[in-house]
């Protein structure tokens, strides 16, 4: 019989209305790279909670080395050796890179700091694996590959044996993406197993030893990853082939729609500025992409160009009207649309029914509320009910769900259906399909290209490589808040955008 | 039997009941450990309240008083849960019903103003404060509890040292309106009639009740309302799509201490109480407000009768039999009680669960019942 490191058997895990995970099982050999793949909302959260003591399972046990054992709560997870590198770091940005790893499990005498051993077996550990750090360094200072790797050694001083990944590829730049790829696979020949949670498909294709897949809190199966495709994996996935290319045709760029002149933005963070009198046109019937590592400036410059943040200086005109100082109700009037980057900060009232989120851009048309100020219940929900109908928006109790209640994806779907339906002359669209699976992807993506074909200026800000690829006619990198190139997708490969993003290339780019 | 407890209203009224029980139980074991002997009696006495006078006509006026300081409660309790569901805690809402004391105290006895405008004084006194913790709050992000319980000191003290000029001059406390300005009196409007010549039913009390159905359609029906509770539920997405949430926020808290200090004038203009210009504590009612707020489900119509449950239970505390306890035991049962009362949220979240669990058991069931059948 093999030796799995971990298995989860017939897992079921319900909560109110929805069984999260159906009957799942995931048997983890030692020292392979197991991927999990799955949509938002397939259950990969709820099944690693489980593992982490976090919920408990309604059926099912978990087994660790052979043996059945009873995971409570996270610090029986720690027990037994499973760590995890979350999504969004778990690190205190003051403290150096060393307090950070021996955090909670602090060697010492007598209640004074023993930091002489820790060091050794930090550096030991990192030169072992190949993990370069600086034990010194405060985590504010140092890259996202280097916080990353300082997870990473948080597991493995821990002495775990089985290390979770949760989608951790997604916060880096390409050239740090292979290096982590080489890390797990340091890691699996020297006996770790690893559970790589994602849904890049060539990524865990290039990694996985074996990968399971999940599909609305069902189990679809477990294949090796030598023996299939990409193509295969993502029906596995979706349930169905998707396509990956975007089929748009060639554009036809009219008029500029948008201008920006100098553009400078106050950073929240440092005293510098995020963004560095940045200088842009986009036209229409165009898609312009803004490339770039997370971090770089883009949420600022969208913040400043939408209204959210003042700027320092620059002018902003669309259709050769000066909006640099238009408040943000007018430039959504005036024919801005704007999916933001985070729908739960910004795009949504979570706690708002569908419908009343559908009007959020628009409640206060006389379509909407009377002279007297009262909402019009009756036509509100029957352009929600359009909405909804159109745009394939999912949800338990259609128009009355509360957001909260709603998959990330319909989440999305809901945003983009509203900022779409109000007919913008430009449309900002902030990393439109984050976290989004393949389905939803396909659907946000024509959905762009359309309003594009449609003569609408569509400017585009996205981290994920594929799509900056594919979905742009034109794409400009920005680098610590300037724009250092421009590029033509047709023609530029993923290790030239690489190169500029992370800033060891730059041309002067004129707008 | 389940979907009837899923519906969210239901909850809310089942979980206020819920606590109400558990406050009389605690309040009764208070009672038992201090003195059994009189303890039945006296729980049943508060339970009870005006029902405890024999006398039919006798029991219609108390009934009477109790109502009366029921409006000004359920006005702190519409200034509480207004600004709730914007996503503040008005605990200024205390304060501002000082202001509103003073306010129409002030102009009735040194002015000689009509009701009228004494009761608009009221409620400008309340906005005011109100405006000062929103601007405060919007414009230099402080927060509205810290402003709000420093203001209802400043107003506490600043009303005793206004009202000392209009107070009796052997007494601490504030003249007579009957004898300086009758007409600062509000009309009872014949609605004394009904309860045995009750001169404290006045038309405070319709006004409450129009008062908090129009909060109710405010927030619930209008834009202003959608406005509103966007704010309070997602500032940055308020922001983001164009709402002025710095404006909301002021406007918020005007609106919330207005009703306040409009519910100072229900109770001050009706000659029930007079203002002790000594006091050194801010009255109780608007944090009696906070617990009816959330007694009655945060909904304005459950206010009414939330308001009106923890005045009667406040006012039933003096039929406690005092041969047993001293005096000082019928504020603490009635605070048990209203302090029990903030739990609604806690018991709907226990009663969530457990709905939850005895689906999930049945949903078991059902499955290996198929499974089993599956086998035959």
């Known amino acids: 019989m093999e030796q799995y490191a971990v298995e989860m058997l017939h897992i079921t895990k319900r909560f109110p209305g929805i069984i999260a995970n159906d009957d799942i099982t995931l048997q983890l050999k030692k020292g392979e790279i197991h991927a999990l793949l799955g949509e938002n909302g397939a259950g990969k959260s709820t099944l690693m909670s489980v593992l982490f003591g976090l919920y408990q399972p309604e059926e099912g046990i978990i087994k660790k080395d052979g043996v059945e054992v009873k995971i409570n709560n996270p610090n029986d997870a720690n027990a037994l050796g499973i760590g995890m590198v979350h999504q969004h770091f778990k690190l205190v940005e003051c403290f150096t890179v060393l307090d950070n790893i021996i955090m909670g499990v602090e060697p010492n005498k007598m209640g004074f700091l023993q930091k002489k051993e820790a060091r050794e077996k930090v550096m030991a550990l990192s030169e072992k694996y190949g993990l370069h750090v600086d034990p010194d360094a405060k985590i504010e200072d140092i890259t996202v590959g280097m916080q990353q790797r300082t997870e990473i050694l948080k597991m493995l001083y821990r002495d775990n044996e089985i ?91 009219g008029d500029v729609v948008l201008d920006i002149e100098n553009m400078t933005v ?62 943000i109700r007018q430039k959504s009037i005036l024919g801005i649309s704007h999916i933001p980057e985070d729908r739960h900060k910004h795009g949504l009232v979570l706690d708002y029914s569908l419908e009343d989120n559908l009007v959020l851009q628009t409640y206060f048309n006389p379509e909407f509320t009377s002279g007297a100020g009262f909402l019009r219940r ?9 909405l909804i109908e159109e745009y394939d928006v999912r949800s338990g109790q259609g128009a009355v769900t509360t957001a909260r209640a709603m998959s990330g994806g319909n989440q999305q779907k809901a945003i983009i259906a509203r900022e779409i339906d109000k007919a913008p002359e430009l449309l900002i669209a902030v990393q439109p399909t984050r976290g989004l699976d393949v389905g939803a992807i396909e659907f946000i993506h024509k959905q762009l290209v359309a309003q594009r074909d449609a003569g609408k200026a569509v400017l585009l800000v996205s981290l994920e490589l594929d799509e900056v690829m594919d979905v742009p006619d034109r794409i400009l990198v920005m680098y610590e808040g300037e724009i250092v190139g421009e590029l033509d997708p047709k023609k530029t490969t993923q290790e030239e955008l690489g190169l500029y993003m992370a800033g060891a290339k730059r041309d002067e780019v004129k707008a | 039997m389940k979907k009837v407890l899923k519906n969210p209203g239901v909850q809310a009224f089942v ?53 009366a300081k029921t409006m000004p409660l359920l006005m702190c309790s519409l200034s509480i849960l207004f600004a709730y569901k914007v996503g503040l805690f008005n605990i200024g809402a205390a304060g501002q019903y000082v202001a509103g004391s003073c306010a129409c105290l002030y102009a009735a006895l040194a002015w000689g103003w009509g ?9 400008a ?90 909060v109710y359609i405010l927030l619930s029906k209008t834009k202003l309302g959608y406005e509103l509770k966007a704010t309070g539920s997602n500032k940055n997405a308020a922001k983001y799509a164009g ?88 504020d603490l049962i009635s605070s048990v009680i209203i302090y029990l009362c903030g739990f609604v949220l806690f018991i709907k979240l226990t009663m969530n669960k457990m709905i939850a669990r005895s689906e999930e058991k049945k949903a078991r069931a059902i499955k290996s019942a198929a499974s089993q059948g599956g086998d035959k």
């Open chain 1, 163 to 253: 290390l979770i990944f949760d989608e951790p590829t997604a916060v880096l730049t390409p050239q740090e993406i292979t290096e982590l790829m080489q890390i797990m696979k340091n890691l699996a020949a020297e006996g770790k197993s690893i559970l790589f949670i994602s849904h890049k498909l060539n990524e865990i294709m290039e990694v996985a030893d074996r990968c399971s897949v999940l599909r609305k809190g069902r189990y679809i199966g477990t294949v090796n990853t030598k023996d299939t495709t990409i193509e295969q994996l993502s029906a596995m996935m979706v349930g169905r082939n998707v396509n990956f290319h975007v089929e748009k045709k060639p554009a036809h760029p």
């Open chain 1, 266 to 327: 106050a950073s929240k963070v440092h005293k510098n500025n995020a963004v560095k009198n940045v200088s842009l046109k986009v036209r229409a019937g165009e898609i312009v992409c803004i490339a770039g590592i997370d971090g770089n400036g883009q949420s600022e410059f969208v913040y400043g160009l939408s209204g959210l943040e003042p700027l320092v200086s620059g002018k902003i005109t669309l259709l050769g009207k000066d909006i640099t100082k238009t408040s």
């Open chain 1, 378 to 386: 009756k036509n509100i929900r029957e352009y929600a009910n359009r």
């Open chain 2, 15 to 67: 979980a206020s009941i819920i606590c109400i029980i558990l406050g009389l139980l605690i309040g009764y074991i208070v009672l038992l450990f201090i003195n059994p002997e009189g303890a039945a009696e006296s729980i049943i006495n508060v339970i009870k309240n005006f029902l405890t006078w024999n006398r039919a006509n006798k029991k219609l006026q108390q009934f009477g008083n109790t109502l």
């Open chain 2, 115 to 123: 009701w009228l405008p004494c009761m608009i004084f009221a409620l």
């Open chain 2, 125 to 214: 006194a309340g906005a005011v404060l109100g405006a000062i913790v929103g601007f405060l709050k919007s414009r230099c992000n402080v927060n509205e509890v810290i402003s709000g319980i420093m203001l209802n000191w400043i107003s506490l003290y600043l009303a005793n040292t206004i009202l000392t000029k209009v107070k009796e001059t052997a007494s601490p406390y504030t003249m007579y309106i009957k004898d300086v300005n009758p007409s600062a009196l509000l009309p009872n409007a014949g609605l004394d009639k009904f309860f045995n010549n009750n001169q404290y039913i006045t038309i405070a009390v319709p006004l409450a009740l129009i008062i908090a159905i129009a």
């Open chain 2, 243 to 330: 709402m002025a949430e710095n404006r909301n926020i002021i406007l918020t808290l005007i609106i919330s201490g207005a009703l306040a200090g409009l519910g100072a004038s229900m109770l001050y203009l009706t000659g029930y109480m007079r203002w002790e210009c000594t006091q050194s504590s801010v009255p109780g009612m608007g944090f009696n407000g906070i617990a009816a707020a959330f007694l009655g489900g945060l909904n304005p119509i459950g206010a009414i009768f939330s308001s009106f449950f923890i005045q009667h239970i406040t006012d039933g505390g003096q039929y406690v039999n005092t041969n047993f306890y001293s005096s000082q035991i019928s």
